[in-house]
Structure formats: C-alpha cells, structure tokens
C-alpha cells in the first residue's frame, strides 16, 4: 500500500470514528445525565422520592450494562433501522453506541452526585430551596468535576466501543485496525491505527483532566 | 431557677432599636419567637425497635435573646433544633415560629418559613464551587431576588462579618473562622427573624471561637436577631446565652437564665456539663472525705454573684472566724455578662468555728456549698 492511501485510509476511518465518539457521547450524554440525577435523588427520604421508579430504572440500566455491547449492537437492530432507516453504516453505528453510553453515563453521573456533602443539601433545604433548585444551584455545579471526569471516561470508553461497530459496517479505526492490519496481515497498518488511537485518547483524557481541574475548587491554595 | 434576676430576662435585647434589620412591629408583640409543645420526635416503630431522640420537650424561645440548648452528643439537640424550621418532623406535639405551627405548613409554607430562618452549621455547608460573595448571595438567588438586589446586599453582608476583602475568594482558600463568617452573612441574607446555630463553633479553636461568638453578640445586639443555638460546650452558653435549656437523653432537664442555671444547677447533668468549669483540682478532689475524723477541716465553696460580688468578704470572714481560712481553688468568670466567682477554702472542723462561719454567711447572704472534709 501507498503512503498516501495508508493515509487516506486513516483520516477516513479517524473521521468516522469522530464523528462516531462525538454524536453518540454527545446524545447519550445529554440522556443520561437527568437519568443519572434522577438514580441520585429519587431514592427513600431523597429530594424526589420515587423508589419504585428508581429501582426499575436501576434494573434497566443494570441489564443494558451487562448486555456484551457486540450483541446489543446486533439486538437493537429494528430500533436502529427506525431510527437512521439503514442497519448498516456510520449513522446506523451511532445507535447502539449511545444506547450504551446512556446507562454508563448515567451510573458515573449518579455516584458524582452522591458525592456531594449531604449538609449542602441540608443547608440549601434550609434555606427554603426547592428540590430542582437543589439539583441546579448544588448538586450539579458542586458535581461538576467529578461529571466531567465521568464524561472523559465515558468518550475514552466510546473510543473502544467504537472498534467493535466495523460490524455492522460502522467504518472508523478499530475496523480499518481489524480489516486492513490483522486480517490482511498489514502490520505497519496496525501499529499506525493503534498509534492514532494512543494520541486520540490521550487527548481526550488530557482535555477531560484540565476542565474538571478548571472547574474543581475544592483544593485551591492561595 | 432563683426570682432574684427574674423581669430582666429579655428586656435588655428585646428593645427595639430601629436600626436596619430590626423589624420593631415584631419585636413588640408577645409571641415567643419560638414555642415547643410536648414537641417529640420519635423514629422506627412505636415500642420495641424505635428511637425517641426528642421527648415531650416544652421550651419557649423569647424573642431578641440569644437562648443555648446544651447536651452531650446524642443527647437530641440536633434533631430539637431542626424541628424549627422543619428539616424534621415533629411526631407529636408542636413547634411554633412566631405563632405558625410549623408541623401545620405545607410544602410551599414550609419554604417561605424557611427564607425568614437563617441557619449556620458545625460544618460551615458552604458550597466549594461557589466564592465567598456568591456563597452568601445563595438564599437571595433561591428566594428569587434580581442580580443588582443581590449585589447590593451581598457586599454590606460580608462588610458586616468582616469579610468585605474576600468575596471572591472560594471556600478551600479561607480558614475554619472566615469560613463560619461566609455562613453568618448567608444565614443573614434573608433578613431573618431568628437564626439557629448548629453547633457552629464546634470545628474551630477557642480563640476563633471567641471571635465568632462575639460577631454573634454583636449581632443580636444591633438587630435584635432571636438566636437559637446549640452546642455541648458551657463556655459558649456561657458567653452569650442569656438563656439556657439542658438536654438529656431527649427531655430538656433544666431550664432558665443562664446565670441562675450556671450559679445553682439543679440537675445532675448540668452539673456534670459545668463539672470543667467548677472542677475540683484533682488533688484536692481525691483528698476530700465525705465525714469528718478528728482534726480535719471543712472545704466549702463560696460563690459570689450579684451583691455579693462586689464585697471584700473572704476578708472579712478570716476576721469572724478567728481560726485561718486556707483558699485552696477559685476563679472569678464572667456570665452572661455578670460576673461570678467561686472560691474553695477549708478551715477548722471545730463545731464553734463552723457555727460562726454559718452565722455570718447568714448575715451576708453568701451562697456556700459544703463539699466534704479533707486532712
């Protein structure tokens, strides 16, 4: 292979694994967010009490996180072909990785919402807040640090997910790593799609670090 | 409780003075700021396997004083205090709040009850994403006042706990002191018309301590602010309460001026709650027989307070008893803002000489305590 088709390679499937990364965390963290706030704060005794409901929703998430993600790609194949009208393609691997990004997001979500010191939540009540205003003016912004770490792992783990979609014809890297460097035995290929997905992560989990660093004012020295 | 100081209590705070913040309409009319009737509190099931953490407590709170519940830990201040403004529940009886029953106010009552209660806490509860100034501005955006509105009263209020070169500084940068400060100036966002103290002093050392005990005084003073506090230390009842309730195992045990409470308690705990301040040098308190054998002496506290503080007796009663008094512990404190002293002397046992010390304390009225018999 020419060093220009490696590369033309390459920035497609890096392309289509952005583009991938992006929409599905982006949706699947928009969704998963209240789901996570709602798993923190509709227990017994809690700001929207609900525990029937919350249990439920904790079953349904616990289920989809279990589900191998290759198989939840394959069983969620009518919802997809609904939702994009093709099984097959980037748009139609975007389905199922915000399918998984949802309950993921939202587990990470609801643990950096019980983090926060229940006498926040005492004080505020104290002082005749609502409880939408206790999720908006304490918990979330006192959580944000640890949202956005749970938001870098979860494009991080995207990242990974995304590899295994070349099986409904999704594209991106983890596929041209499968099709072009092991099965075609392309070894300088392989290495190239593991280099490019090395930096790809590496810069995610950079960015990720600095803003919640930016936003963490917990540990702050003069 | 003695009726000696009685017609005091509250008068001296409770005159309005129409300085901002007070509200003199309020200030003048009758109703405790706060009436506990057979208020409890009980969790779990009735009978076996429940937890009373509040019996049957009757407490009135007047209004423009500065009124402690002391109490070990455990002992249900935490949860008495909260029933004011309903962060628990009452599970009989009443809390009222300037005349509302509390238990009888609905979810959106219960709020704007809430936005007339200030409340500061051991653990400050301050938000770390938050600076200084946006901190003490949180009741203000809750209560939905507009941005100017807030600016306004914000920079006064940290002005006022003396903190007006820290607004932007985030809780992780200031100490323990400056940051129960930031909760006062939250807690007075509000204007309230009572403010409750969670143990508020707790996490800070005695000299930070003093200086917020102080602020709260000061406080009081110029706003006729009501403060309900409470805490498991004497020496902040002591300081600024001039009313005091003891509780124990859930029941307030003893209750009245602090000064009539500190100078002559009546229950064991208080006793055993103002043991460090009264204490017996250890020594001495090994040393002390409960009868007499042949040659000992009587140890015997004087306490002077009112009147009597102010004369030089111990002088005089060297004089009476022509036999040598030995003074072996004392302290003089200030209560409430009276002052108060305690001195331990022993002298001879000899039935003439305690006879003649019995006569002239009956004379003088000094108010003594025999505790025992030492070598």
């Known amino acids: ?222 | 409780m003695t009726s000696q100081h009685a017609g005091r209590a509250g008068a001296t705070y409770a005159a309005p003075d129409g300085k901002p913040g007070s509200d003199p309409v309020a200030v003048a009319h009758s109703v405790p700021m706060v009436t506990f009737q057979g208020a409890a509190k009980r969790y779990g099931p009735v009978g076996e396997g429940g937890f009373t953490a509040v019996e049957s407590v009757d407490l009135t709170v007047e209004r423009g004083a500065i009124t402690g519940i002391i109490g070990r830990s455990g002992a249900g201040k935490s949860t008495l205090i909260r029933m004011v403004n309903g962060l628990e529940s009452v599970t009989s009886g009443k809390v009222l709040v300037d005349g509302v029953d509390v238990g009888a106010l609905g979810e959106d009552g219960l709020r704007g009850l809430r936005r007339q209660i200030g409340m500061i806490f051991q653990h400050f509860n301050l938000l770390s994403s938050r600076t200084a100034f946006d901190n003490a501005a949180l009741p203000l955006e809750i209560a939905g006042v507009d941005k100017k509105a807030i600016r306004a009263k914000v920079g006064p209020l940290l002005d006022l706990v003396g903190l007006g070169d820290k607004a932007g500084s985030y809780p992780s940068e200031l100490s323990g002191g400056q940051k129960q400060r930031v909760g006062i100036a939250r807690a007075l966002a509000t204007d309230p018309k009572l403010l409750l103290s969670d143990e508020a002093t707790s996490a800070l050392d005695p000299e930070t301590t003093q200086s917020i005990l102080e602020l709260l005084k000061r406080i009081n003073a110029d706003f006729g602010l009501t403060v309900l506090l409470i805490t498991h230390e004497m020496e902040v009842v002591k300081t600024i309460a001039s009313h005091v309730a003891v509780i124990d195992a859930g029941r307030i045990v003893e209750s009245g001026r602090t000064f009539d409470v500190y100078t002559n308690p009546q229950h064991e705990t208080t006793r055993t709650l103002l043991a460090s301040a009264l204490k017996l040098p250890n020594w001495l308190r090994s040393a002390v027989r409960p009868q007499p054998s042949a040659g000992d002496r009587v140890l015997v506290r004087l306490v002077f307070f009112g009147d009597t503080a102010f004369q030089p007796l111990t002088g005089r009663l060297v004089a009476e008893l022509g036999s040598d008094v030995n003074i072996l512990a004392g302290a003089i404190e200030e209560i409430s803002g009276e002052p108060f002293g305690s001195l331990v002397v022993s002298y001879s046992a000899e039935p003439d000489v305690v006879a003649r010390a019995n006569r002239f304390y009956a004379e003088t009225g000094l108010t003594t305590e025999v505790l025992g018999y030492v070598a």
């Not at chain 1, 292979?1 to 929409?23: C, E, N, R, Y």
């Open chain 1, 1 to 222: 292979m020419s060093p220009d088709m490696i590369f033309g390679l390459l920035s497609k499937a890096l392309m289509q694994t952005l583009q991938m990364v992006l929409v599905a965390g982006i949706v699947g963290s928009i969704i998963g967010l209240p789901i996570g706030v709602f798993l923190a704060t509709s227990g017994k005794g809690e700001l929207f009490p609900a525990p029937k409901t919350n249990r439920l929703l904790g079953l349904v998430v616990n289920a989809a996180r279990s589900t191998p993600f290759i198989i939840l790609v394959v069983a969620i194949v009518p919802l997809t072909r609904l939702l994009t009208g093709t099984s097959i393609g980037t748009w139609a691997a975007i389905v199922p990785l915000t399918i998984a990004t949802i309950p993921f997001f939202a587990r990470l979500v609801e643990s950096a919402i019980r983090e926060v010191d229940k006498g926040l939540i005492e004080a505020a009540r104290a002082m005749g807040a609502t409880p939408s205003q206790i999720v908006y003016k304490v918990l979330l912004p006192e959580a944000r640090p640890s949202i956005l770490m749970a938001l870098t792992m979860t494009i991080v783990s995207l990242i990974g997910y995304s590899a295994m979609v070349g099986a409904v014809g999704g594209g991106g890297l983890g596929d041209l790593g499968i099709r072009f460097g092991y099965q075609r035995f392309n070894p300088e290929m392989m290495v190239l799609v593991v280099a490019v997905l090395i930096v790809l992560v590496q810069v995610v989990q950079s960015a990720g670090d600095g803003l919640a660093r930016r936003f963490d004012k917990r540990n702050r020295k003069n």
